[in-house]
C-alpha cells in the first residue's frame, strides 16, 4: 500500500535518537538550542523557537505578536483546522478569506475582499497558508497587511524549504513549521516559529515553558512568571531527530521535485479529468503534497468512489482540505460565507501518494490506478 505520505527515518536518525536517550538529558537540554540554531541557519531566520506541535508554533507566534480578545484575524478557507483554532485559542476572531480555485492559496485580492469584511473591528493578524508547500505572494499580502495595521504570520508547515520572489520561506518577520511524520522533515510531533523581531523569539520562548522567565538578580534557582503560559517544549530526543532530519533536507526536498515532475509527465494523458494544481510563477516549491484537480461529474465518478478504487489497487489518498468554514463550529459562530474559490477547490482536489522514499515505478503504479479509477 502507499500511502499519501510517510516519514523517511535512517540509521542515523536512529542513532542520533539512541545517543540523547544513553546522555543525560532528555529534555530541556542542550539538544534544543541545537536544533534551533540549525533550522534558523537553513532558513535564514534571526531567531528560531521549537515547541512541540505546529498548532502550539501558530498560538505561540500569535500571542507573541500581542492578538488576542478584541482582535480579527484572517485565515484562508483552505487550510488544516489548526490554522483557525490557533487564532480561536488566543480569544480573537476568525475572518475566512477565499482561494484561488486552482493553487488553493490566498491571493491578494482573497486578503482585500477578507479585510473588507472585518467591520471596523481591529485586524490582528493575517495568517496566509503556504499550501502544498507553493509560496503565496507574500509581499503584495505583507503591504495589505501593514495597510491594515496587522502583522503577518505565515503557515509555512508545508512549506520547509521552499522559497518565492520575497526569498527563503522562514527567513522573513514571523512563519510557523511544522514536523509531523507526513512533513518534509519529521520529530514524530514538532513545530518551530522563526523571526526576525528578538522580542518575539523571547515572548514565544517564555510562553512555550508555562511564562516562566528566570530572575538571576534573586538567585539561580529564582523564576518569574508575567503571563500564564503552556507546556509546548519538545524534549532532546525529538530534537535530535530533528537535528538529523535537518541535515537531509536538501535531499528530501530534490527527491520531492523530481516525483512531482515525474507525475506531472504521466498525467499528461489525463488532462482532460485530472491535472495537477497550479503553482504560482514566482513560488520555488519543496513538495509537501501532491494534489490533482478532479473533474468528477465528467468522469461520471463520486470522490468516494474513486478513492475507494485506488484503495483496492493499494494506492492511499486524502482530501486537502475540506474548507474551514464549512465546519460545524464555524458556521454556527460566523454563520454561512459564500467563498466560490474554496468551494471549487475542495470538490476537486485529491492528494496522490508523495514522499521521498517512493521510486518512478511507484508514480507510474499510482498514474495507472487513477486512469482505472477515472475511465473504468
Known sequence: M????????????????????????????????????AFADVVGAEHAVVCNSGTAALHL????????????????????????NAVRHTGAE????????????????A???????????????????HLRGEVCDISALQALTESAGAVLIEDAAHA??????????????????SFHPVKTICTGEGGMVTTGDPMIAERAARLRSHGMALNPDVGPWAYEMTQPGFNYRLPDILCALGVSQLKKLSAF???RRALVAAYRARLHNLDALARVAASPAESHA???LMIVLIDFEAAGKTRAEVMA?????????????????????????????????????????LSLPLYPAMTDGDVDKVVSALERALQG
Open 286 to 288: 519543496a513538495p509537501h
Open 61 to 84: 507566534a500569535l500571542l507573541a505578536h500581542g492578538v488576542g480578545k478584541g482582535d480579527v484575524c484572517i485565515v484562508p478557507s483552505i487550510t488544516f483546522l489548526a490554522t483557525a
Open 160 to 177: 520547509l524549504g521552499s522559497s518565492g520572489a520575497a526569498g527563503m520561506v522562514g527567513a522573513g518577520a514571523t512563519a510557523c513549521f
Open 309 to 349: 478504487s485506488l484503495r483496492d489497487q493499494g494506492v492511499g489518498s486524502q482530501v486537502h482540505y475540506i474548507p474551514v468554514h464549512s465546519q460545524p463550529y464555524y458556521q454556527d459562530r460566523y454563520g454561512d460565507h459564500i467563498l466560490p474559490g474554496a468551494d471549487a477547490w475542495y470538490a476537486r482536489c
Open 94 to 109: 476568525v475572518a475566512f478569506a477565499d482561494v484561488d480555485p486552482d493553487s488553493g492559496l490566498m491571493t491578494p485580492a
Open 253 to 255: 526536498v530534490e527527491r
Open 2 to 37: 502507499l500511502p499519501y505520505g510517510r516519514q523517511s527515518v535512517d540509521e542515523d536518525d536512529i542513532a542520533a535518537v539512541t545517543a540523547v536517550l544513553r546522555s543525560d538529558f532528555l529534555t530541556t537540554g542542550p539538544m534544543v538550542a541545537a536544533f534551533e540554531r
Open 111 to 129: 486578503l482585500a475582499d477578507a479585510l473588507s469584511r472585518a467591520d471596523g473591528r481591529r485586524v490582528g493578524a493575517v495568517l496566509p497558508v
